[in-house]
């Protein structure tokens, strides 16, 4: 990094701090409807494949004590706030026709996203039972779609099932089921051990896992007092609850020998997941593409084209599937690849993780064919479908690879018609997904296709700075341009005040870069330099105001969360009766009142996990000293990357930067993808 320097001293800081439209009967269905709708529509596929083998919250302002710290933990988890707990350290189906897809601005639908609302007479009987127990009578609705029909029934019979309440947790679950079981209860209750056996990998979902080890699971499950951890998980079998896997180890031993083998347990969602994604890869490997052309055309194209960027579209040429890494640069190589096969006449798009993604990769390409992964799979964007069901594509390039879990890649790969080329491309030192999984570094492991890494580096001292994070080096470069600045501060209060003056004075004046387009980027959301804190203080300093519509004011910048796991930057235009009106990335979105505090918060500091798949022109990274147990390469990577111009670092954590650099990779995920796709894909894995 640059030599320690501060940037011109401004001459004066202050202080800175996400609105109801159903769609009317007969409207069109938005983006997020139709995504769930294509997601419930492909997992009913994996199921049915899978069987063939196998033959809104009330406000709760009067609530106090434990009902009300329940209340509060769902409503975290539900806004994103919080995640939940961390637990763990990191034959083909028949195609139905799909309708034609709409482009419209999408607005957001009412409650909560599950296919039917429940009734309101189940809603008032769990209301009931939680009333009885102690738990907030708001958690009737969401425990209702959770548990569905017969849920105040299955409450009375087996209280920890409130466990399967985004946000409860176990000693919630235990308080609830004292008060309605007396004294029939303990912690070694059969039912409280098979329900925590899925709560334990609910957890382990979002960290990345789509199984555990066994030994792993039953530690846990002893952690929480289940006093015989192996039945609880063998009773967690025998329901249903879960799936046990033995999954081999090493090399396959001969006949008298006993082959090793490793004992994973997971949720079912994410097996049958992992299994479809696995078979959809083995049919786009072992089977050849459709030219779409002459293969003399690819190789004309291939000669045109630069380095690596050639290397691309010779792999694309004749493999089903492609592997491309590289940096911010390197984008230039799919963008060549799309151009050539536009040209050719093929049906080719790519597929970005953010609408600011989106439009930075359509800048590169001549004419159409960008959308988003979730605007794609909904067909919202895109070619739209065949009348099979699968997507209208010859050549599909996914960008941001590294952020696809599971659930996501099985949906694509298997929306690909046979023939179709996919090319995952992405940057692996980048923060991996926030869902289950480790899609692109466990391909990249396999080496069961082609993988062209880019030799097109990112260019000037930010490119010099991440290229060396990269591969685990904190460099010192040389920043002429003030590209790279160091703000060194010695507390949290320090951290804020500095990091306003930054934003609102001193990189638009020595830099030039205006605070709308500068990013601040920060470890978590809580804490005294968290995203909550600096979002108000930034607020007031950027754009003050009374917050009319549940604390937003036109001017805003905010963080529209539509599903989890997808944040998508933007900034409050207006309110109405519909709801909270925001652009984001060009395009207009209402958020529903009710869904206004699950679903936007204030976007001036984001986390980087929330940063990832868009750049800014400066950005402001803020490392107190609280932070250093959250650093890893992949997020000092992945937040220092986000700058295209300049970047300016709050430093706060003294050496524990470079240790995190050099010491703290990513955090191993336990994943069946390799040993899935191994003895469908000769050579995978050698």
């Known amino acids: 990094m640059s030599t320690p320097e501060t940037p011109e001293e401004p001459r004066s800081a202050d202080d800175g701090t996400p609105a109801d439209g159903t769609p009317a009967e007969g409207a069109q269905v938005s983006e997020a409807e139709a995504e769930l709708a294509a997601q419930r529509l492909e997992r009913e596929r994996i199921e049915r494949r899978k069987a063939e083998r196998q033959g809104p919250i009330e406000a709760g302002t009067k609530l106090s004590g434990t009902a009300a710290e329940l209340l509060a933990a769902v409503r975290a988890v539900e806004s994103g706030e919080k995640p939940p707990a961390t637990v763990f350290e990191e034959a083909r189906p028949a195609r139905r026709p799909a309708p034609e897809p709409v482009r419209r601005a999408p607005v ?113 499950l002893g952690r929480q007092g289940v006093p015989d951890p192996e039945d609880a998980v063998r009773n967690a079998v025998a329901e249903g609850d879960v799936l046990v896997f033995q999954d081999a180890i090493g090399e396959t031993v001969g006949e008298d020998e006993e082959q090793p083998v490793r004992v994973l347990v997971g949720l079912e969602r994410c097996a049958l997941a992992e299994e479809s994604l696995a078979d959809g890869l083995a049919r786009l490997i072992n089977s050849a593409p459709k030219q779409g052309g002459a293969a003399e055309e690819w190789e004309r194209a291939a000669a045109a ?154 260019p000037g001292p930010l490119g010099e700075l991440v290229s060396g994070i990269g591969v685990g080096e904190l460099l010192q470069v040389e920043a002429p341009e003030k590209e790279v600045v160091i703000v060194p501060v010695r507390d949290a209060g320090e951290a804020v ?35 909550r804190v600096l979002n108000a203080v930034l607020k007031e300093r950027l754009n003050p105001g009374p917050g009319r519509f549940a604390g937003f004011d036109p001017g805003d910048r905010v963080a529209w969360s539509p599903a989890p796991g997808r944040v998508l930057p933007g900034r409050v235009v207006g309110a109405d009766a519909e709801g909270l009106r925001l652009d984001c990335a060009g395009g207009t979105v209402v958020v529903p009142r009710d869904r206004v505090e699950q679903t936007v918060r204030h976007g001036w500091a984001l986390t980087a996990h929330q940063a990832v798949g868009s750049r800014w022109p400066a950005a402001v990274v803020v490392l107190p000293g609280d932070a250093v147990p959250a650093l890893s390469r992949p997020w000092i990577y992945t937040a220092f990357s986000r700058a295209d111009r300049h970047l300016s670092v709050v430093h706060g954590v003294d050496q524990a930067l470079q240790r995190a650099v050099a010491e703290v990779p990513a955090k191993p995920r336990t994943t069946r993808l390799p040993v899935l796709l191994a003895p469908q894909v000769p050579g995978a894995g050698e």
């Open 108 to 220: 957001v639908p009412e409650g909560s996203p599950v296919p039917a609302a429940p009734a309101e007479g189940t809603v008032g009987e769990v209301r009931e039972v939680l009333t009885r127990g102690g738990a907030p009578a708001a958690l009737a609705a969401p425990a209702a779609a959770a548990l569905g029909e017969g849920s105040a029934e299955l409450l009375r019979e087996d209280p920890w099932q409130l466990l399967r309440v985004p946000g409860v947790r176990p000693e919630q679950a235990d308080g609830f089921a004292r008060a309605l079981l007396g004294g029939d209860t303990g912690p070694g209750d059969e039912r409280r051990g098979r329900a925590l056996t899925v709560w334990l990998l609910e957890q382990a979902a979002p960290a990345g896992h789509t199984a555990l080890e066994m030994a792993a699971l039953t530690e846990a």
């Open 305 to 458: 084209a630069e380095g690596s960027a050639a290397d691309l579209i010779r792999a694309a040429s004749g493999h089903g599937l492609v592997l491309h890494t590289g940096g911010e640069a390197a984008l230039a190589e799919p963008a060549a690849l799309l151009d050539a096969a536009h040209g050719m006449g093929l049906r080719a798009w790519a597929a970005t993780h953010s609408p600011v993604g989106r439009e930075r990769f359509a800048s590169r390409v001549d004419g159409p064919g960008v959308a988003t992964v979730a605007g794609l799979l909904s067909g919202a964007e895109g070619p739209g479908r065949d009348p099979e069901g699968a997507l209208a594509v010859d050549l599909l390039v996914v960008l941001d690879a590294p952020q696809l879990d599971v659930e996501t890649a099985a949906l694509l790969t298997e929306s690909l018609p046979d023939g179709a080329r996919l090319v995952l491309s992405g940057d692996p030192a980048v923060l991996w997904s926030v869902g289950p999984g480790r899609v692109f570094a466990d391909l990249l492991a396999a080496r069961a296709c082609p993988q062209v890494a880019s030799r097109r580096p990112d």
């Open 497 to 531: 005040h500095r990091t306003v003056q930054l934003v609102a004075d001193s990189v638009p004046r020595a830099i030039g870069v205006p605070a709308e387009e500068t990013q601040v980027i920060t470890p978590g959301h809580g804490g005294a330099v968290g995203t």
